[in-house]
């Protein structure tokens, strides 16, 4: 498993290129379950290899809010990704899969930092996906 921060970066980079290769998607369903299996780690638990619904994105994500409701919040990022990986690898000739490959990065990079920021304020997410605990711990008071 990479660090999160080489995880970041390949997302940084797959979000810059031009064009994307139907190929990507798989990667990108890759890099989320990395992610995840980050998480999983994080509780103390072995991260899954089953697969539910045929991906180990979905298994590893019931495994990551066993004891944790707050993380149901990624939910449907999961779902979205499997979701944009079927279209992309259903029709990978489609006029919409480099649109489909744009919005898989974005949800993909929504997963990282959503279970990076929860890695690092276990509460975030305990109302919606929402960093402001982490951007108000970032701001500068206010000198007023």
């Not at 369903?29 to 045929?54: F, I, Q, S």
């Not at 990704?81 to 993909?108: F, G, I, K, S």
Request: aromatic share 6%; proline share 8%.
């Amino acid at each position: 498993m990479r660090p999160l921060a080489v995880i970041e970066q390949r997302l940084d980079a797959l979000a810059t290129l031009p064009a994307l290769d139907p190929a990507v998607a798989a990667e990108l369903l890759a890099l989320g379950e990395e992610v995840l299996a980050h998480w999983v780690t994080a509780k103390g638990l072995d991260p899954t290899h089953e697969a539910r619904e045929g991906f180990r994105l979905l298994a590893l994500h019931r495994q990551g809010c066993t004891d944790e409701p707050s993380f149901n919040a990624c939910r449907e990022t999961c779902r979205e990704l499997v979701y944009h990986y079927n279209l992309v690898n259903l029709e990978p000739r489609h006029p919409d899969t480099v649109q489909r490959l744009r919005m898989m990065t974005l949800v993909a990079n929504h997963l990282f930092l959503f279970v990076a920021g929860k890695l690092q304020v276990r509460e975030l997410g305990d109302f919606c996906c929402a960093s402001r605990p982490l951007r108000e711990a970032a701001a500068p008071p206010d000198p007023a």
